[in-house]
């Protein structure tokens, strides 16, 4: 079934009682796991956290689109009067749908899944993407990383849910709920704080990518195979910048280290990028970085030609020596969107790591952008 025909399914279904579905997600992030479930032909399923079941259903269309497969959904309640069984009857999806209740909730799951996949000691990988929101909570979900991390499959997705979210102020009864939380687990992003020290720096993963605003997290299992999908990023940091500097791009690419193959023009107060080869890239002049130690870096970026490219942003910290995929941002680039203001966190932990260089790849090529402001930022 297509995005918008499940989309429309969910968002106009009524209870007898005139309830209407609550969306825990954002449009963009649906279509989001949409297209990844049906772009990278994930076959197997897990969503860590049903909650009413929306998802559940999207991702079970994607799974008829693509032509079959099974979405695996976990809770330890079934909500009502709206909830999965429902969702699933009412939009047809059931036959994709796998709904487990068990109080025991996912990370034991995920136990016993290990346990049957196990011969001779090592576990067969056997799941081809996964969507964690459920705990929220540094315990529970940096064990969930750690178990769905050997079940699924090299070139899988993971995405995460709620990076910009923390205990204090965000749940109507927070002061309830974690009444034994201590101040600093209140005033911590508990799943950036999982995606930035567990999954960033976990040797299995790489293809880090923010969404929706820096809510969402979306990591690959590694494959020599690159995949045939990739995120469409509006990569921005759910922590605000104590600092800011910006630079004019026609400076930056005057000074800049660049490889053959890119030809500038200024265009107004933007310069125009043209790229002939695939991946040409600049490395910034290290006045730049001056060995500073930078959290972030904004820029604004209008993608001419062809329709789509991928601008990947690489970092070199103290930490290693040369660029490399896991120091790395790509944010997957639509002509149709016109100018995007893109904000990209580097380094990954609130840290201080010298920054030694940065360097910027149109991947794809040839293309041809338009680049207006660049900024590096840190926290305080
Ligand atoms: C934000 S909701 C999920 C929303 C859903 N993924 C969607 O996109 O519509 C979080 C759900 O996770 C469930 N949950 C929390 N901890 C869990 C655990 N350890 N195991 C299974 N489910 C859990 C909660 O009961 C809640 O229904």
Same mark, same amino acid.
């Given at each position: 079934?297509?995005?918008? =025909?499940?989309? @429309?399914?969910?968002?106009?279904? $009524?209870?007898?009682?005139?309830?209407?579905?609550?969306?825990?997600?954002?449009?963009?992030?649906?279509?989001?796991?949409?297209?990844?479930?049906?772009?990278?032909?994930?076959?197997?399923?897990? =969503?860590?956290?049903?909650?009413?079941?929306?998802?559940? /259903?999207?991702?079970?269309?994607?799974?008829?689109?693509?032509?079959?497969?099974?979405?695996?959904?976990?809770?330890?309640?079934?909500?009502?009067?709206?909830?999965?069984?429902?969702?699933?009857?009412?939009?047809?999806?059931?036959?994709?749908?796998?709904?487990? /209740?068990?109080?025991?909730? &996912?990370?034991? &799951?995920?136990?016993?899944?290990?346990?049957?996949?196990? @011969?001779?000691?090592? /576990?067969?990988? /056997?799941?081809?993407?996964?969507?964690?929101?459920?705990?929220?909570?540094?315990?529970?979900?940096?064990?969930?990383? &750690?178990?769905?991390?050997?079940?699924?499959?090299?070139?899988?997705?993971?995405?995460?849910?709620?990076?910009?979210?923390?205990?204090?102020?965000?749940?109507?009864?927070? =002061?309830?709920?974690?009444?034994?939380?201590?101040?600093?687990?209140?005033?911590?992003?508990?799943?950036?704080?999982?995606?930035?020290?567990?999954?960033?720096?976990?040797?299995?993963?790489?293809?880090?990518?923010?969404?929706?605003?820096?809510?969402?997290?979306?990591?690959?299992?590694?494959?020599?195979?690159?995949?045939?999908? &990739?995120?469409?990023?509006?990569?921005?940091?759910?922590?605000?910048?104590?600092? $800011?500097?910006?630079?004019?791009?026609?400076?930056?690419?005057?000074?800049?280290?660049?490889?053959?193959?890119?030809?500038?023009?200024?265009?107004?107060?933007?310069?125009?990028?043209?790229?002939?080869?695939?991946?040409?890239?600049?490395?910034?002049?290290?006045?730049?970085?001056?060995?500073?130690?930078?959290?972030?870096?904004?820029? $604004?970026?209008?993608?001419?030609?062809?329709?789509?490219?991928?601008?990947?942003?690489?970092?070199?910290?103290?930490?290693?020596?040369?660029?490399?995929?896991?120091?790395?941002?790509?944010?997957?680039?639509?002509?149709?969107?016109?100018?995007?203001?893109?904000?990209?966190?580097?380094?990954?932990?609130?840290?201080?790591?010298?920054?030694?260089?940065?360097?910027?790849?149109?991947?794809?090529?040839?293309?041809?952008?338009?680049?207006?402001?660049?900024?590096?930022?840190?926290?305080?």
């Amino acid at each position: 079934m297509k995005f918008d =025909e499940i989309y @429309k399914r969910l968002s106009t279904y $009524r209870t007898s009682g005139g309830e209407k579905l609550l969306f825990l997600l954002t449009p963009t992030t649906m279509r989001g796991i949409y297209d990844c479930v049906l772009h990278s032909n994930a076959q197997e399923c897990i =969503e860590l956290g049903t909650g009413y079941g929306a998802t559940t /259903c999207i991702i079970a269309a994607a799974l008829q689109e693509r032509g079959g497969g099974c979405v695996t959904t976990i809770d330890i309640m079934v909500h009502d009067p709206i909830g999965i069984h429902v969702l699933a009857a009412h939009t047809g999806m059931a036959p994709y749908i796998n709904a487990i /209740c068990s109080t025991a909730g &996912y990370n034991w &799951y995920m136990g016993d899944l290990i346990a049957a996949q196990t @011969k001779n000691g090592v /576990c067969e990988p /056997c799941l081809d993407f996964c969507f964690l929101d459920g705990a929220h909570e540094w315990g529970h979900d940096a064990l969930a990383v &750690y178990l769905v991390g050997k079940l699924l499959r090299p070139g899988s997705w993971l995405v995460m849910d709620d990076l910009d979210l923390r205990p204090r102020g965000g749940h109507p009864a927070w =002061e309830t709920v974690f009444a034994h939380f201590t101040e600093a687990e209140l005033d911590t992003y508990h799943v950036a704080r999982i995606y930035n020290l567990i999954l960033r720096q976990h040797p299995d993963f790489g293809e880090f990518a923010l969404g929706d605003g820096g809510r969402t997290g979306w990591a690959r299992k590694k494959s020599a195979a690159p995949s045939p999908w &990739y995120p469409t990023t509006h990569v921005l940091d759910p922590l605000r910048l104590g600092w $800011r500097q910006a630079f004019a791009p026609a400076e930056l690419a005057a000074q800049a280290h660049r490889t053959d193959g890119i030809n500038i023009r200024r265009k107004g107060s933007a310069i125009q990028i043209d790229a002939e080869l695939t991946d040409p890239f600049f490395i910034l002049p290290g006045a730049v970085v001056a060995q500073r130690s930078i959290d972030a870096i904004t820029l $604004r970026v209008h993608l001419v030609s062809p329709p789509t490219e991928t601008l990947q942003i690489f970092w070199i910290n103290a930490t290693r020596e040369n660029f490399n995929e896991e120091q790395s941002m790509r944010v997957k680039l639509a002509a149709e969107d016109g100018w995007r203001d893109i904000a990209i966190r580097i380094n990954g932990t609130r840290e201080k790591w010298p920054v030694r260089a940065i360097r910027l790849d149109l991947t794809d090529g040839p293309s041809t952008v338009l680049w207006d402001d660049f900024a590096i930022g840190g926290w305080i």
